[in-house]
């Protein structure tokens, strides 16, 4: 029995000595994939070899130099929607790592991807309902959720038991941002049952593939700001209009006193003055109650068209659109 916990005991002793040599011989494994992908992405030898040895890095060591160079070389290739959600992680997970200098540039590289492609930001209120964007499901639950895509058509669907699929091509343009809150109708063999109260969503949406389906009032930006700009220039010549006016009252009422050897002299004055300040000072009010309503109502159209809103109704029920 002597020699059986002896031989035994050797055994573990072998395995404990593996273990040690396995656990020592990791990190520099690790450590020497880590400086390889630096090397290759800082010669630009082989971007996919530098963005495989990243990614194994992070998953053995979740390092913030590993994830940065991850969003490097994703960005490098051209991947900007991944380039975006790598660089957004790394400043969530590793913003005390890097420290006020290195945040800031994430941040400028944030902005920089962020041009090159479109978001869509994702409102979901109703239970049951399934939300896909070019067939991936990407909620099944009440919630908000962002998303980064590349420019072009991006196909929205949203089903749920007992009510009417919505479907729509979504088209972005790099930088733009969609905003779709979405609630779905009732179908009709669901509803037949019990009458279904009328439905209003916050703001979703619906592209222009399907916008004769329903019908839909926008106003374009240039309109809102047309008016105010107008509204501006109007105001600015009825105060100068004003001031005219004033001007020619005051020669009008010099040119009616006059004095002669010391004594004032009265005469009917120069009454063409007095015309052209009556008519300048008609001009500058009318001027300004035209300014006051194209400011008003372009400020309006503006706090309203805010994100370019269209609302509208259709078979599939209500919905919104904004863009901002």
Known sequence: MSWTRGYTSALLACALLMAAASSSAEPAEVQDDLERAEALFTAGADYPQALELFRESYVRTHAWRALNGTALCLERLGNHVEALEAYERLLAKHAEELGPKR?????ARIRNQSARVGRIELKLEQHGVRVSIDGEEVMRSPGELGLWLMPGAHAVEATGDGLVPFSATLRLEPGERERLNLRLAAS???SAAAPRAAEVPDSPALPPAQQDQGQGAAVSPWISWSLVGGGTLFALAGAG???QASADFQAFDDSVTRVADGAPRVNSGDQSLKSRAEL?????VVS???AGSALATGIVLLLWDDSSTEVGVTHQGVWARGRF
């Open 241 to 243: 209009l004003l001031l």
């Open 103 to 107: 945040v800031e540039r994430v941040r």
């Open 288 to 290: 300004f109650v035209v």
């Open 188 to 190: 009709p063999t669901a």
């Open 280 to 284: 300048e000072q008609t001009l500058g």
